[in-house]
C-alpha cells in the first residue's frame, strides 16, 4: 500500500494554469524527495522538478523555470505542481515520485504513480 496518486491534469489553452496533485499513502512525503516527471509519446521521460524531503529545496527544468512551482503540504501527504503560463510542448502525462534525495535522476525515485494527462492546446 505504498501508493501515489497523481490528479489535476485536463485540456486548457495556451496561457492558461493546472494545479497538479500527488497524494501519497503508506509513507510519508515529507520522509522524501519528491520529484515531478512528464512523457510525451515518442520522447524519453524529463525531470520537471523536485522538492528535498529536509530542508524544503526546489529545482525546476530551464524550460519550465519562472512558470511552475512545487509545493508540500505535509498535514494533508500531498505536493502540488502549480503549472502558469501553459505551452503546447507542456503537453505530456505528469508523474511523480517519491525517492531518498532530491535529483533528477530516475533511478533513486522508489515510487512511482500513474501519471495525470496534461493537453495545452486550443
Known amino acids: 500500500q505504498l501508493q501515489l496518486v497523481e490528479s489535476g491534469g485536463e485540456l486548457v489553452q495556451p496561457g492558461g494554469s493546472l494545479r497538479l496533485s500527488c497524494a501519497a499513502s503508506g509513507f510519508a512525503v515529507g520522509n522524501y524527495a519528491i520529484g515531478w516527471f512528464r512523457q510525451a509519446p515518442g520522447k524519453e521521460r524529463e525531470g520537471v522538478s523536485y522538492?528535498?524531503?529536509?530542508?524544503?529545496?526546489?529545482y525546476y527544468a530551464d524550460s519550465v523555470k519562472g512558470r511552475f512551482t512545487i509545493s508540500r503540504d505535509n498535514a494533508k501527504n500531498t505536493v502540488y505542481l502549480q503549472m502558469n503560463s501553459l505551452k503546447p510542448e507542456d503537453t505530456a502525462v505528469y508523474i511523480c515520485?517519491?525517492?531518498?534525495?532530491?535529483?533528477?535522476?530516475?533511478?533513486?525515485?522508489?515510487?512511482w504513480g500513474q501519471g495525470t494527462q496534461v493537453t495545452v492546446s486550443s
Open positions: 515520485a517519491a525517492g531518498t534525495l532530491g535529483t533528477m535522476v530516475s533511478r533513486f525515485y522508489r515510487y
Open positions: 522538492i528535498s524531503s529536509s530542508s524544503g529545496r526546489s
